[in-house]
């Protein structure tokens, strides 16, 4: 065995999981990932880099708050155990969305992010979006399909430091894949919103509180034409390549 070989290759490892604007990845190999391995965020670092409104000074508390809850972010949409977390304090940790009922940390974890987001309590029909069908994995797939370069988040501005941490965010991504029978733009869509993240001593997460508007982001994923208009308009043009160009024949 070419111990050099070995040794250089798990330098590269640990420098590919190494992420700027996350907590470290790589330190514990008793993780248990969602997907097998640690994740890789080159393309949404590259989306944020390019559509950032703030650039926030190293060691700032903008940057810190910022890259907190990035890495919160992680951990949930891509750890299996709540005690493999290191930004959230499990046995306190809840998640209230627009005033709505707390979510623990399990429960949070069991239906993901985007379900705890964009759950409602409004009529079936007048939802643009329902979370109770979805699961963990479909609800990822339904958005990674709608912005295949990632949908980036930022820090506005903050308005306290910790124990209590308000601040405002945003979110954006451009609309480039299908989303629930609507063809794809290709315009970005974004919205706004405040959070209030309440940390212990060792600057763990024990209350996250989200408010905004989710009209905003669905006014952009439902401006795009239903997919069998898109079709039979891309059928019925003179352009013979014009259906190969669908964005949605090959999702």
């Not at 700027?20 to 590259?46: L, S, T």
């Not at 409104?53 to 992680?74: D, F, R």
């Not at 209230?96 to 705890?116: C, F, H, K």
């Not at 797939?141 to 910790?162: L, M, N, Q």
């Amino acid at each position: 065995m070419n111990m050099e070989s070995s040794q250089g290759e798990e330098s590269l490892k640990k420098i590919v999981l190494q992420d700027k604007y996350r907590i470290p990845i790589h330190e514990d190999e008793n993780i248990q990932w969602r997907h097998g391995a640690p994740p890789i965020f080159d393309h949404v670092n590259k989306l944020f880099e390019e559509g950032r409104t703030k650039e926030w000074p190293k060691g700032s508390l903008e940057e810190t708050v910022q890259n907190a809850i990035k890495s919160w972010e992680m951990e949930l949409s891509h750890k299996t155990r709540l005690q493999d977390f290191k930004t959230i304090n499990p046995e306190k940790f809840r998640l209230i969305v627009n005033g709505r009922e707390p979510l623990s940390g399990d429960e949070t974890l069991q239906i993901g992010s985007y379900n705890a987001l964009l759950k409602s309590s409004i009529p079936n029909e007048f939802k643009y979006y329902k979370s109770e069908e979805e699961t963990f994995e479909s609800s990822h797939d339904v958005f990674r399909t709608a912005f295949p370069r990632g949908f980036a988040w930022e820090v506005i501005s903050v308005y306290s430091g910790p124990p209590t941490i308000a601040y405002k965010f945003r979110h954006w991504g451009f609309f480039e894949g299908p989303f629930k029978g609507h063809a794809p733009t290709g315009e970005m869509v974004e919205f706004y919103g405040l959070g209030v993240l309440k940390v212990d001593e060792s600057l763990r997460a024990e209350d996250v509180e989200v408010y905004y508007d989710p009209a905003e982001l669905f006014a952009g994923l439902l401006k795009g034409p239903p997919v069998s208009d898109s079709i039979e308009g891309n059928e019925s043009t003179d352009n013979p390549m014009s259906g190969r160009r669908c964005p949605i024949v090959h999702s």
